[in-house]
């Protein structure tokens, strides 16, 4: 049997990163034989949209985009659920050159 529980993925803090490039120098990987959720928290110091960028099994599948594709406002909690299926890979990107204040992301398996 998996072991349930919430368990800490990523965490980084004042970050500079360019527009539409990787925030985690890494991306998260679901290495469980069954999907999980990343429980992203985010706080960014200018106004922008914040993407998930989804690969599975190594291929680009897709650029989405959260909080229904409306700029995150500047120093700004937001937490987003994103289901991740086995063999898909996570990471996060902004449409504009931004300092990521606080990127914290858990998996959650239930």
Do not use: C
Not at 10 to 17: G, M, W
């Amino acid at each position: 049997m998996p072991t349930k529980g919430i368990f800490e993925r990523a965490d980084e803090s004042n970050k500079a990163v360019g527009a539409h490039t990787d925030i985690l120098t890494t991306p998260l990987e679901n290495e469980q034989g069954y999907p999980v959720v990343f429980r992203t928290y985010a706080v960014l110091n200018t106004a922008t949209k914040f993407h998930v960028i989804r690969v599975d099994d190594g291929a680009y599948t897709a650029s989405e985009i959260l909080n229904a594709s409306v700029d995150l406002a500047v120093n700004s909690a937001y937490s987003f659920d994103v289901p991740v299926l086995p063999g898909e890979t996570i990471n996060y990107q902004t449409e504009d050159a931004v300092t990521v204040i606080s990127l914290k992301v858990t998996e959650v398996r239930e």
